[in-house]
């Protein structure tokens, strides 16, 4: 499974440092007729394998990308949520039994880590969080997270994203706000835009990261918005509800956590991202559909299926 493998996730977060820098810190519808009520069985739905040669990089290394579980556990322990997650986990057709197999399934490719880009679990219960933990830690790939809507929002009680980010302190050590690593040449960005907002401190951040002159690589839960979305995200949702998506029923955009318009500090993150040479790609999910475009000339946007249907996305890094 690569070098990582020998190191615990404490000592690799430990052993590769912050870098020179003082940084701180929606699916794939088959048309089949299924059992609603059965886990999604095998075959497993790679997408396409994706091979990006990146000039910067210092040598090859690959990931898997995951994103959109939907875990659905709820017990005793939050009895108002009971009933709700009974009904989504049937939506979701046992979106647990569903993440186990693909696990191991995942386990048995090369693979130098694993990106899983938020809604790991549909809401954010007692028994999710547990069961998710089992999932992480079986993982044999280093791996690395970053939030969705789901992870807070929604059902959650409370509504809160800062407290149920210090919840997920039973994950991973890793910061969730906005967390970079430096690997074979290459930055890897860890952004939070779960709420379909950038704040002024993740736009610094990221400017002074893509300044340094390494390339860098993207993973955040929600995609931007670019042309060829719009009508694939409008059909499926029904508003666009990715960043830059602009306001048009208020009433759902608000009930979306979207706030009610488009805050200047992610206007000028859209405006940076779809202009600075530093960012080489983007992978997201949130969409539970494929989909891949440029959000600049030459620089692609991949957004991943949901893994609830057994959706993942292979992808190679080299130098160019």
Same mark, same amino acid.
């Given at each position: 499974?690569?070098? !990582?493998?020998?190191?615990?996730? &404490?000592?690799?977060?430990? %052993?590769?440092?912050? *870098?020179?820098?003082?940084?701180?810190?929606?699916?794939?519808?088959?048309?089949? &007729?299924?059992?609603?009520?059965?886990?999604?069985?095998?075959?497993?739905?790679?997408?396409?394998?994706?091979?990006?040669?990146?000039?910067?990089? %210092?040598?090859?290394?690959?990931?898997?990308?995951?994103?959109?579980? /939907?875990?659905?556990?709820?017990?005793?322990?939050?009895?108002?949520?009971?009933?709700?997650?009974?009904?989504?986990?049937?939506?979701?057709?046992?979106?647990?039994?569903?993440? &186990?197999?693909?696990?191991?399934?995942?386990?048995?490719?090369?693979?130098?880590?694993?990106?899983?880009?938020?809604?790991?679990?549909?809401?954010?219960?007692?028994?999710?969080?547990?069961?998710?933990?089992?999932?992480?830690? %079986?993982?044999?790939?280093? $791996?690395?997270?970053?939030?969705?809507?789901?992870? $807070?929002?929604?059902?959650?009680?409370?509504?809160?994203?800062?407290? $149920?980010?210090?919840?997920?302190?039973?994950?991973?050590?890793?910061?969730?706000?906005?967390?970079?690593?430096?690997?074979? *040449?290459?930055?890897?960005?860890?952004?939070?835009?779960?709420?379909?907002?950038?704040?002024?401190?993740?736009?610094?951040?990221?400017? #002074?990261?893509?300044?340094? *002159?390494?390339?860098?690589?993207?993973?955040?839960?929600?995609?931007?918005?670019?042309?060829?979305? #719009?009508?694939?995200?409008?059909?499926?949702?029904?508003? @666009?509800?990715?960043?830059?998506?602009?306001?048009?029923?208020?009433?759902?955009?608000?009930? $979306?956590?979207?706030?009610?318009?488009?805050?200047?500090?992610?206007?000028?993150?859209?405006?940076?991202?779809?202009? /600075? @040479? *530093? !960012?080489?790609?983007?992978?997201?999910?949130?969409?539970?559909?494929? /989909?891949?475009?440029?959000?600049?000339?030459?620089?692609?946007?991949?957004?991943?299926?949901?893994?609830?249907?057994? #959706?993942?996305?292979?992808?190679?890094?080299?130098?160019?």
């Amino acid at each position: 499974m690569g070098w !990582m493998k020998d190191l615990s996730r &404490r000592d690799f977060l430990s %052993s590769v440092g912050a *870098g020179t820098l003082s940084l701180a810190i929606a699916g794939c519808d088959t048309g089949e &007729r299924i059992d609603p009520l059965s886990p999604v069985a095998a075959p497993f739905k790679p997408t396409a394998k994706v091979t990006l040669k990146i000039n910067g990089a %210092s040598k090859p290394f690959q990931f898997i990308h995951l994103t959109d579980v /939907h875990l659905c556990e709820c017990d005793a322990r939050n009895p108002e949520l009971i009933e709700f997650m009974a009904r989504r986990k049937n939506d979701f057709r046992k979106p647990e039994q569903t993440a &186990r197999n693909l696990f191991n399934h995942l386990n048995t490719l090369e693979s130098d880590f694993m990106v899983i880009t938020g809604d790991l679990v549909d809401v954010p219960t007692r028994a999710n969080l547990e069961k998710a933990k089992k999932l992480l830690d %079986s993982i044999d790939a280093f $791996w690395w997270f970053t939030m969705g809507n789901h992870e $807070w929002g929604g059902r959650a009680i409370p509504r809160d994203r800062e407290f $149920w980010s210090s919840e997920y302190r039973l994950w991973t050590y890793q910061p969730l706000n906005w967390y970079y690593k430096q690997l074979h *040449g290459i930055n890897l960005l860890f952004l939070d835009n779960s709420n379909y907002q950038i704040t002024r401190d993740q736009l610094t951040r990221t400017r #002074v990261l893509l300044d340094t *002159g390494r390339p860098c690589i993207m993973f955040a839960h929600i995609p931007i918005l670019i042309d060829t979305l #719009v009508k694939p995200v409008n059909d499926r949702w029904g508003m @666009p509800i990715c960043i830059g998506g602009e306001p048009v029923d208020m009433e759902r955009r608000l009930s $979306w956590d979207m706030g009610p318009t488009i805050e200047p500090a992610t206007r000028e993150f859209l405006a940076l991202v779809r202009s /600075h @040479p *530093g !960012m080489k790609a983007i992978f997201s999910g949130h969409l539970h559909f494929n /989909h891949t475009d440029e959000y600049q000339p030459g620089y692609p946007q991949y957004v991943t299926g949901a893994a609830y249907e057994n #959706v993942y996305r292979r992808v190679t890094i080299e130098p160019a």
